[in-house]
DNA sequence: ACGATGATGAAC
DNA sequence: TTCATCATCGTA
């Protein structure tokens, strides 16, 4: 199981390191569990596409926490976005997970996952039903590009912080 | 191309 | 208390 350690640091170098590790979630005694194949990186209290932009709120507390910890919010009033928080405590950061194994599309995945509010600020842990293995997939191919849905977000917009497993070997 | 759908945050 | 916005998706 991934450690808080993975996740303090560069959000960046987390998200690329992210790709081929698995997502596992447990629920009612139900497993479930997949390769996570798509990222992006949400970084620090200036990018304009974070919701942390906008300051510490009762939403975005969990960002401003510590590593390690799941940031769960609805989008659009139906779909839920599942993030993991990175870095050091007090620096707003997060990365969002878009795709694990064929699911893509990050509202696809909390459906699949039944991930909803209640994972909200959740550490990354079996115990809460929810965390990362590593499960010695080696990824030699990641295709980088500019996140999506944050055309508003100015000059932030066109960052690329979007990363995706093109090519991996099981070890 | 567009509407669904509701929490969130900021303005009033 | 109102109101615009929104890290999306399914259908057309």
Known sequence: MLSKKFFDRPTLMAARELLGKFLVREVNSERMEGMITEVEAYVGPNDKASHASRGRTERT???????GHW????VYGMHYCVNIVTEKEHYPAAILIRSVDGVTGPGRVSKQFKIDKTCDAN???RKSGLWIEDRGVR???IE??????VDYA???KDKPWRFRA??????
């Open 166 to 171: 093109i090519e991996w070997k099981q070890r």
């Open 154 to 156: 100015r000059k932030w």
């Open 144 to 149: 980088r590009g500019k996140r999506i849905g």
């Open 71 to 74: 940031y769960v919010y609805l």
């Open 61 to 67: 507390k969990v960002m401003f926490g510590k590593p």
């Open 139 to 141: 990824v030699q191919r």
């Open 123 to 125: 550490a990354s842990s």
